[in-house]
């Protein structure tokens, strides 16, 4: 079992940076797969990015490619979102996500994860 809580949201210009984190806490964090996923306003949840359990594999939307970078510290339970050239249309509840994984296997569907953290607000203004 693992427990999730996302950090880093904000309200940020367009055209701005964040880099959000999430902290694992719970054992074995380095057997998940790891992504972030967000849900604007009046849309459904989307896959933002992943990485597989041990960093060697990392992939993105298309909307994010060359703009946002994943990564992860499994020394410190920690994956990270650093975000760039954000667009107000980025709106949204960002969610970190874990799902048991030791392969190099890519991830894209909600249902393939088995923990959630509670989310983090990122604004991008206008």
């Known amino acids: 079992q693992v427990q999730l809580v996302e950090s880093g949201g904000g309200l940020v210009q367009a055209g701005g940076s964040l880099r959000l984190s999430c902290a694992a806490s719970?054992?074995?964090?380095?057997?998940?797969?790891m992504a972030w996923f967000r849900q604007a306003p009046g849309k459904e949840r989307e896959f933002v990015a992943g990485i597989s359990y041990n960093g060697v594999t990392t992939y993105y939307a298309d909307s994010v490619k060359g703009r946002f970078t994943i990564s992860r510290d499994n020394a410190k339970n920690a994956m990270y979102l650093q975000m760039n050239s954000l667009k107000p249309e980025e709106t949204a509840v960002y969610y970190c996500?874990?799902?048991?994984?030791?392969?190099?296997?890519?991830?894209?569907?909600?249902?393939?994860?088995?923990?959630w953290g509670q989310g983090t607000q990122v604004t991008v203004a206008l």
């Open positions: 996500a874990a799902g048991f994984s030791l392969s190099q296997v890519t991830r894209r569907r909600e249902n393939e994860f088995d923990h």
């Open positions: 719970g054992r074995n964090f380095r057997t998940y797969a």
